[in-house]
DNA sequence: CGGTGGGACGATAGCGTCCCACCGGTGCTCTATT
């Protein structure tokens, strides 16, 4: 049995820290005494000590799942830093003899990072069979309610994982989860929703004031958007529902107020979207205009506004994506545009285009390629292959469909509230009402553009070989962003 | 659902109008060609 003294040791030598925030030690007490944990923190409040301190504890090595390689470059950067030697992170770059020899020796690394995909490899998973990991933690962990169903089915084998390590003690990570994600999270993972400790804060920013500014149409809402960019300061951030717009919008803001501004969506070249963000972080860049591609990572203390160009996919979204505003505390702003009709666009967006049974069943027993299945091909293969028959499948794609559908609604009432916003949305994430606040929401105050007491934008960096506009010519004159979309 | 691009058509020489089909987000890994 590890002490608490044992734990504050470790905190001061080896983090250099005099005590823990909010979370961390309950937390981490959970996880060194065997039990399964979830933790909601916000951004910002040192999720990554929850994993690192105790792997300094433990007898054998911690697994982390990351949903991105930028992610994980990210934490092995950070530990690298602190003088950790024993960090890996498994990707589809690490290849041939390396890899052999990294799986090999998978033992020594006290830090192993992958992505679920390569977890549910054959080979790595027999390396990890080996290693009898202490601890797998989940970080991001909303990503297997969020994404698991139909966009990364391999996040449902996590469920399996656990098994096959016997049943690991298993830490799950987020900032943001309704209680019904939080459920599924917990369930998808082959938990037992009773034994797992929830270790959970308030998801409340009330230095982030929530409006909806409702418009006629696309005009009136182009309008809107260039008087928002030109009164809000700045840094900020505009989300859009596709790429073209994010790109065309951000030329069109670039001519019309001046500032530095650059698309970011998924369609860009990797070395692209690396420059952008990082320009972003430097003050270099005043504003982004982006898909939901843009965020995860993106830990910029002082953006100022996130305006939401069309409808999120859903409230838990929505949460994520403005609670990247104000980080240091400051008066902050996310003002949702919306016009009549826009709800199309993400509907169109969450359906999936489901076979019929026959055509399912045909692929199962061979006689069809997978190709028949259109776009989303390979994941219905995926459930074929995990042994589902075409009627499980299609039940299950049909209720995904209204849950999806649901949620959307949800995102919809937000639109149409009468009343307090935040409280709206705080009882969505299972909390009692925040006592009112000042600045809260349009609906108390409908006049907020004249009295918020917004701090001033930073001055945007201009160091030698740094000019954002010569990186903007070149940007549009290679029309990368053009062509990509 | 709504925006957009292409083609047909009409009325008359360079262009407007209408209709229809199509598209729209998020990332990992592996494999076969340039």
Not at 48 to 63: F, T
Not at 114 to 127: F, W
Not at 419 to 435: D, I, K
Request: contains cysteine; aromatic residues 8%; glycine residues 6%.
């Amino acid at each position: 049995m590890i002490k608490t003294d044992q734990i504050y040791q470790v905190l001061h030598q080896r983090f250099g820290y005099q005590d823990f925030r909010d979370g961390q030690l309950e937390t981490i007490t959970a996880l060194l005494s065997g039990h399964d944990t979830l933790t909601i923190l916000p951004t910002g409040a040192g999720k990554s000590l929850l994993y690192q301190l105790p792997a300094y504890l433990l007898p054998s090595g911690v697994v982390i799942v990351s949903p991105l390689i930028s992610l994980m470059q990210d934490q092995v950067d950070r530990l690298r830093q602190q003088g950790e030697r024993r960090v890996i992170m498994l990707t589809g770059q690490l290849q041939g003899r390396d890899r052999r020899e990294v799986l090999n020796s998978l033992d020594q690394y006290r830090f192993i990072f992958a992505s679920p995909e390569m977890l549910t490899n054959s080979q790595v998973l027999q390396a990890l069979r080996r290693v009898r990991p202490s601890l797998l933690v989940v970080d991001e962990a909303h990503c297997i309610s969020q994404w698991g169903p139909d966009f990364r089915p391999e996040y449902l084998l996590l469920k399996q994982l656990r098994v096959q390590l016997s049943g690991v003690v298993t830490l799950m990570l987020t900032a943001t989860a309704t209680p019904q994600v939080r459920q599924d999270i917990i369930k998808k993972l082959g938990l037992d929703f009773d034994h797992v400790r929830q270790v959970i804060r308030s998801v409340n920013r009330p230095n982030i004031f929530l409006a909806v500014n409702r418009v006629e149409d696309a005009d009136a809402k182009q309008a809107e958007l260039v008087h928002l960019v030109k009164t809000l300061p700045g840094p900020g951030i505009i989300y859009f529902a596709s790429r073209k717009l994010a790109t065309q919008q951000a030329i069109m803001l670039a001519q019309e107020t001046g500032l530095a501004v650059a698309p970011y969506h998924a369609g860009m070249a990797a070395l692209e979207r690396f420059n952008i963000q990082q320009q972003f972080m430097a003050n270099q860049l005043q504003l982004i205009c982006a898909t939901s591609a843009f965020g995860m990572g993106v830990d910029k203390t002082d953006l100022r506004y996130i305006i939401h160009y069309h409808l999120p996919a859903n409230l838990a979204s929505y949460m994520q994506e403005i609670g990247r505003a104000g980080r240091d505390g400051q008066q902050s702003v996310a003002v949702l545009l919306y016009a009549p009709g826009d709800e199309g666009l993400q509907s169109q967006l969450t359906t999936i285009d489901l076979p019929s049974e026959a055509l399912l069943t045909q692929v199962q027993q061979g006689k069809l390629q997978p190709a028949v299945l259109g776009e989303q091909k390979e994941l219905f293969a995926f459930y074929l292959k995990q042994g589902y028959s075409p009627r499980q499948i299609l039940r299950a794609f049909h209720h995904r469909q209204h849950q999806l559908a649901f949620n959307l609604q949800k995102m919809l009432d937000y639109v149409g509230l009468d009343r307090c916003r935040r409280s709206y949305l705080l009882n969505y994430f299972g909390e009692e009402a925040a006592p009112g606040q000042d600045a809260c929401c349009d609906l108390d105050q409908p006049d907020w553009e004249r009295h918020l007491p917004m701090p001033a934008s930073p001055a945007p960096a201009k160091g030698p070989g740094l000019d954002w506009q010569a990186r903007l010519r070149e940007l549009l004159n290679v029309k990368s962003w053009l062509d990509k979309g």
